[in-house]
């Protein structure tokens, strides 16, 4: 089992930024996937960014350019540094990780709001 953790979200204006981070406790060491998914109200859960055990990475379209994936190994953490933010980034942002199996892990959400 691989428990995760989110935490970082918020309340903040258009443009402003906000970093969130995931740390994970468990069987680690099954793990070769981990990123962020994103639900807004009425819409489906979507893929926002993901990076792997080899660091490569990738984002969905609508972040590109604003949204950076990284992690810590030694601290068992993943980030997700948010920049310029757009009132559509309002969602609950979840952790997702992925182990050999396959098996998926969720966090539990942390709510970003972007408002003014």
């Known amino acids: 089992q691989v428990q995760l953790v989110e935490s970082g979200g918020g309340l903040v204006r258009p443009g402003e930024s906000l970093r969130l981070s995931c740390v994970a406790s468990?069987?680690?060491?099954?793990?070769?996937?981990m990123g962020w998914y994103r639900q807004a109200p009425g819409k489906e859960r979507e893929r926002v960014a993901q990076?792997?055990?080899?660091?490569?990475?990738d984002y969905a379209d609508s972040v590109k350019g604003r949204f950076t994936i990284s992690r810590d190994s030694a601290k068992n953490t993943v980030y997700l540094q948010m920049n310029n933010l757009r009132p559509e980034d309002t969602a609950v942002y979840y952790c997702?990780?992925?182990?050999?199996?396959?098996?998926?892990?969720w966090g539990q959400g942390t709510q970003v709001t972007i408002s003014s």
């Open positions: 468990g069987r680690l060491f099954t793990i070769y996937t």
């Open positions: 990076i792997t055990l080899g660091g490569t990475t």
């Open positions: 997702w990780h992925v182990a050999y199996g396959p098996e998926t892990y």
